[in-house]
């Protein structure tokens, strides 16, 4: 059974950094991809990054500039390190793989 549990978010201010956690069981690193994804009230899941199976990352537009993600294979675990963050980072941040996904963490950026 595939659990994805993360953990990190919480309030910052406009110009501050945070590291998400994405623990994962119950599938082997080397099979997925592993994906962040946002969302705020009103709007649709957006995706932020990605992890593949061999380690190659990826993100949506600018966020790049601001964000890594980052994988602890002997952890199991995928981070999301989100630096210089904006108001308009404000979001509940999910991690997936295969369809399946996490409960998710709040992150809110206070201006």
Known sequence: QVQLVESGGGLVQAGGSLRLSC???GFHWSIYTIGWYR???????????SIT????ADYAGSLRRRFTIS???AKKTVFLQMNSLK????????CTTN?????????TVSS
Do not use: H, L
């Open 23 to 25: 623990v994962f069981s």
């Open 39 to 49: 969302q705020t009230p009103g709007k649709q899941r957006e995706w932020v990054a």
């Open 53 to 56: 199976a061999g380690g190659t």
């Open 71 to 73: 994988r602890d294979m």
């Open 87 to 94: 108001p308009e980072d404000t979001a509940i941040y999910f």
């Open 99 to 107: 369809n399946n996904w996490g409960q998710g963490t709040q992150v």
